[in-house]
């Protein structure tokens, strides 16, 4: 049983395009997985860590994940 139920998603629309399927794959594997997702989408240069500083307090994610525009995901 995978121990991270909730994850928050953090990414940019506008980066990294040519690793969108790879990205929504991922996706679907999670939800498939019956993990709850919320993707947020950035809006600006900074508005990541904003998202990150918000949703971090509140405690009711498992995980927080950066996806960035260059293929990778921390």
């Known amino acids: 049983m995978n121990k991270f139920r909730k994850i928050l998603i953090i990414y940019n629309p ?3 395009q040519r690793h969108r399927s790879k990205f929504e794959k991922i996706i679907k594997k999670l939800e498939i997985e019956k993990i709850y ?3 947020v989408a950035t809006e600006y240069a900074g508005h990541g860590k904003e998202i990150a500083r918000q ?5 009711n994610y498992d995980m927080i994940v ?9």
């Open 55 to 59: 949703y971090s307090g509140d405690n």
């Open 37 to 39: 997702l919320q993707v």
């Open 66 to 74: 950066a996806a960035g525009g260059d293929g990778t995901i921390n």
């Open 14 to 16: 506008n980066a990294g």
